[in-house]
């Protein structure tokens, strides 16, 4: 069982990425799929989360109206649309998949992706 994430990079202060995570191994369909960010010499720390059934949606305070989370069920892959990034959102991002249906804490979650690394340049 595997978590890919992708679509990490650097960009400009104002700009955009869209992250991706595909799942592999068994359906997560199930799942609540989360997107945690660890900047250096900090905790990791939630974003985003989306349930399983109709997909409701959770979003950390600093990043909401700027970031949405969806999911494609079918191709087991979540997805992390960013707009507006800062320098602050500059972190390793990532992905991870639990059965639980709480969301905020890293610990709620069974599956970890690598992570992808967004810089965001001022």
């Known amino acids: 069982v595997q978590l890919q994430a992708s679509g990490g990079g650097l960009v400009q202060a104002g700009g955009s990425l869209r992250l991706s995570c595909t799942g592999s191994?068994?359906?997560?369909?199930?799942?609540?799929m989360g997107w945690f960010r660890q900047a250096p010499g900090k905790e990791r720390e939630f974003v985003a989360a989306?349930?399983?059934?109709?997909?409701?949606?959770y979003y950390e305070d600093s990043v909401k109206g700027r970031f949405t989370i969806s999911r494609d069920n079918a191709r087991d892959t979540v997805y992390l649309q960013m707009s507006s990034l800062k320098p602050e959102d500059t972190a390793v991002y990532y992905c991870?998949?639990?059965?639980?249906?709480?969301?905020?804490?890293?610990?709620?979650?069974?599956?970890w992706g690598q992570g992808t690394q967004v810089t965001v340049s001022s």
């Open positions: 991870a998949a639990g059965s639980r249906r709480y969301y905020y804490r890293s610990s709620y979650y069974d599956y």
């Open positions: 191994g068994r359906s997560f369909a199930s799942d609540m």
């Open positions: 989306i349930s399983w059934g109709i997909g409701t949606k």
